[in-house]
């Protein structure tokens, strides 16, 4: 089976960088941890010299095992309470995966 690549991209909403820096990316990261058929998360800023972000200056991607894995995160509640987290504090998302 081939893995999935989960692409998120998010623009913040002004003045939640706070929130997001001390409780979001933290918990983005700890799924990587306790979510099974993860076999890679990567998140960040945006550290493109092209400047084409549009505003959307944060990423993560989430590599899964197969599209069995990334179906059972997508219902998982440990994905669905940091999805929250995202949503609360996001003015626009973008969801690719390939």
């Known amino acids: 089976m081939s893995q999935v690549t989960h692409v998120v991209l998010v623009e913040w909403e ?3 960088e706070d929130v997001v ?12 941890d306790t979510i099974p058929g993860i076999v890679d998360l990567v998140e960040g800023h945006s550290s493109s010299p092209e ?16 599209a069995a894995a990334r179906d059972a995160y997508l219902v998982d509640e440990r994905h669905t309470g940091v999805g929250a987290q995202i949503q609360a504090n996001a003015r626009r998302i973008v969801v690719v995966d390939v």
Do not use: C, H
């Open 14 to 16: 002004p003045g939640r």
């Open 21 to 32: 820096e001390e409780s979001v990316r933290p918990a983005i990261r700890g799924m990587a």
């Open 51 to 66: 400047g084409l972000e549009d505003g959307l200056g944060y990423g993560l991607v989430v590599t899964f095992a197969d």
